[in-house]
């Protein structure tokens, strides 16, 4: 259910936000005894405080006037971040070239966590890394999570 409520708000927030915004992602959680509705933006350059609060007026404005969600729940409104998750095809061919962190269900070469640069993805949608020495081919299904490296 909490997937299929993400699908449905992700689709309703496309119609109101602009265009100079990229809705990266939307969750819909538990945690605890709590329901949380995150919502990832984004655009080139960043966005600063005062986006960010503009958009959660408008997403609170739309989700009391629609209202999809029957429980309660706190709207989080943010930025992926430096480390931010790659998830849909348009992040694989936006990050292509960058390093990046995997953490894998099964190990691989004997380890479940992996680094590399990410080459892509392939005609099937596995993706394409370049870890150490060779080239590994990965199942979506495969992969528990997978980010940006960020170096501090």
Request: aromatic share 8%; hydrophobic share 40%; proline share 2%.
């Amino acid at each position: 259910m909490s997937k299929r409520i993400a699908v449905q708000i992700e689709e309703l927030f496309l119609s109101v936000l602009d265009e100079k915004y990229e809705l990266v992602d939307v969750e819909y959680v538990k945690e605890g005894a709590f329901y949380y509705l995150r919502v990832f933006v984004d655009k080139d350059g960043g966005l600063d405080i005062d986006e960010i609060s503009d958009i959660t007026r408008v997403l609170n404005k739309l989700l009391d006037e629609k209202d999809p969600i029957q429980q309660q729940y706190f709207l989080e409104v943010s930025t992926p971040g430096l480390g931010r998750a790659l998830k849909k095809e348009r992040d694989f061919i936006r990050e292509s070239g960058k390093e990046i962190e995997l953490k894998l269900y099964q190990p691989v070469n004997g380890q479940k966590e992996l680094s590399g640069v990410l080459i892509g993805l392939d005609e099937t949608g596995n993706i394409v890394i370049q870890s150490e020495d060779e080239q590994l081919c990965l199942s979506k299904k495969d992969i528990a999570s997978i980010k940006l490296k960020v170096d501090f």
